[in-house]
């Protein structure tokens, strides 16, 4: 089942928006969801992750401080803060279907929904 973001949107440089990731919860082949990001004209960049037992965090060096990804019984959050114009991107979520030594590694990841946009004005 496809995992489906929403909460996108146009906000000024420093704004914050907060991401939302609908799941079905954990299943058996995954015990983690992460959300990825696109630019145009650039490949898919991790951005978080979070594991559902424990709720373990791990962050992409840019997004450290800025973001926070949460999660409760069967949806996933990004909270982002501080918003800059390279945060500007299509943002996913998926879930992680590998080692921890994979979290960062888009083709790791499956059941990526559509995404949603991000615009942040400078």
């Known amino acids: 089942v496809q995992l489906q973001a929403s909460g996108g949107g146009l906000v000024q440089a420093g704004g914050s928006l907060r991401l939302s990731c609908a799941t079905s919860g954990r299943t058996a082949s995954s015990n983690r969801v992460g959300w990825f990001r696109q630019a145009p004209g650039k490949e898919r960049e991790f951005v978080a992750a979070?594991?559902?037992?424990?709720?373990y965090t791990y962050y992409e060096d840019s997004v450290k401080g800025r973001f926070t990804i949460s999660r409760d019984q069967n949806t996933v959050y990004l909270q982002m803060n501080n918003l800059k114009p390279e945060d500007t991107a299509v943002y996913f979520c998926a879930r992680h279907r590998g080692p921890l030594s994979t979290v960062r590694i888009f083709t790791s990841y499956a059941d990526w929904g559509q995404g949603t946009l991000v615009t942040v004005s400078s």
């Open positions: 979070i594991t559902w037992i424990g709720g």
